[in-house]
């Protein structure tokens, strides 16, 4: 069965640090997709990165990066130079891949507050 | 996502009380599913469906029904709330079934 731990529940920061999410999976299957949704206070899911299994380069996106890692099974999530605006839980999503349906196994949810 | 559309946003029921949640999308996707998040325990799947007229169950069925007659509909029907289905609920679709665009959540409180 497919499982997805995110160990951290609550991160508290300050402005400006950096702060890593991590998300730990559990698969069989060979090819299989990741995400990162953030729910920020408005309670909206914002979807944030989808990678399948067959890529494992890192990506950046502003402020934002991604290391996906399938020798540890992990899939971690790092907010760069961190804002109030960060302030949100974050859910790591795991999805069989070519299995017809719209299936997602999600995390328990990190939520960090980033203080001014 | 603006082209998923929950409603209500908001919902109090007496147990057992029935009621339909509704989930419309005006983008063409075939792919829908229900989802409902608890504290601690992130979102998890309740039913989904691959096109109108097919739908299956997903981690957490029991208590809702669902039916897609449409395209366009995936409705959620509780026959008789109780209060362990107080909970958000949110609809998600899709075009590709490796993606979820969720609509924005309705909070269904079981009194």
């Known amino acids: 069965a497919q499982k997805v731990t995110q160990a951290q529940t609550e991160i508290s920061v300050v402005e400006k640090e950096d702060v890593t999410l991590d998300c730990v999976y559990e698969t069989r299957d060979t090819t299989y997709y990741l995400f990162w949704y953030k729910q920020p206070p408005s309670g909206e899911l914002v979807f944030l990165i989808r990678?399948?299994?067959?890529?494992?380069q890192n990506e950046i996106s502003g402020r934002y990066s991604w290391n996906f890692q399938k020798s540890t099974s992990s899939f971690n999530f790092t907010i760069t130079a961190s804002q109030v605006v960060d302030s949100a839980v974050y859910f790591c999503?795991?999805?069989?891949?070519?299995?017809?349906?719209?299936?997602?196994?999600f995390g328990q949810g990190t939520r960090l507050t980033i203080n001014p | 996502n603006a082209g998923v559309t929950q409603t209500p946003k908001f919902q109090v029921l007496k147990t057992g009380q029935s009621m339909t949640l509704q989930c419309a999308q005006d983008m063409n996707h075939e792919y829908m599913s229900w989802y409902r998040q608890d504290p601690g325990m992130g979102l998890r799947l309740i039913h989904y469906s691959v096109g109108a007229g097919i739908t299956d169950q997903g981690e957490v069925p029991n208590g809702y029904n669902v039916s897609r007659s449409t395209t366009e509909d995936f409705p959620l029907r509780l026959l008789s709330a109780a209060p362990s289905q107080t909970s958000v609920y949110f609809c998600a679709s899709s075009r590709d079934p490796r993606d979820a665009f969720f609509g924005q959540g309705t909070r269904l409180t079981v009194v």
């Open positions: 990678r399948n299994s067959f890529d494992e």
């Open positions: 999503a795991l999805s069989e891949a070519i299995q017809g349906a719209q299936k997602l196994v």
